[in-house]
């Protein structure tokens, strides 16, 4: 990974598969095209599943970096060059280990202001969902954090290699990414970045 200042670098991390890191890589490479952002994309998980291949161009405004869904020797030196960590989880109790695993690892960097976004992915209006929000803002209530629905609409756009706000520009799902794409660029680059 380039680190000269100015390319702002993403990382998308958690020890546990399957909580949607890929997925969240890939819409913020749509992002990045939308918005004729040069970017590079590291995917560092290699499980396949991705719908962009990874790429290196010059002079990135932004960096992507999917990691593997495991815990491994490389995670500090990637939090060390992120301007931003994105942690995906699902909203269920199977996920509660790696999250709080992962929220530990993050308070050092935390403290020496590294950014942190969580994503509380395929969110639904059961009880399970329900209850993983309640001990989550309750245990952590400062902790910068997004929900995605589960969609669809998400699955429809995925098979067919397009982001959600291209697939169904009217869906709930486009919507949320869009919101998502904005707290993640005031992130990285500060509010008035639309200018």
């Known amino acids: 990974m380039k680190s000269d200042g100015t390319t702002k670098t993403i990382v998308v991390m958690n020890q546990k598969g399957g909580v949607g890191k890929t997925f969240i890589s890939d819409e913020l490479c749509f992002m990045c095209e939308t918005l004729n952002l040069p970017y590079d994309f590291y995917d560092m998980d290699r499980q396949g599943g991705c719908i962009h291949e990874p ?3 010059e002079d990135p405004a932004i ?8 815990l491994t020797d490389d995670m500090n030196k990637w939090i060390e060059q992120a301007d931003l960590v994105i942690i995906p989880t699902l909203m269920t109790r199977a996920c509660v280990p790696s999250l709080e695993t992962m929220l530990e690892i993050m308070k050092p960097w935390q403290e020496k202001g590294k950014k942190l976004l969580i ?3 395929q ?5 399970a969902c329900a ?3 309640e001990w989550f803002f309750q245990k ?3 902790v910068d954090t997004v929900t995605l629905a589960e969609s669809e609409v998400v699955k429809q756009a995925a098979a ?3 982001s959600v706000t291209t697939y169904n520009k009217y869906s ?8 998502f794409w904005k707290i993640v660029l005031n992130m990285l680059i500060g509010e008035g970045w639309e200018e």
């Open 63 to 70: 960096q992507i970096v999917d990691t593997p869904g495991a």
């Open 131 to 133: 209850n993983f929000e």
């Open 55 to 57: 790429q290196q161009v």
């Open 140 to 142: 952590y209530p400062h």
């Open 160 to 162: 067919n290699g397009q």
């Open 172 to 179: 709930k799902s486009a919507v949320e990414m869009q919101a």
């Open 119 to 121: 994503v509380l992915n």
């Open 123 to 127: 969110w639904d209006r059961f009880t």
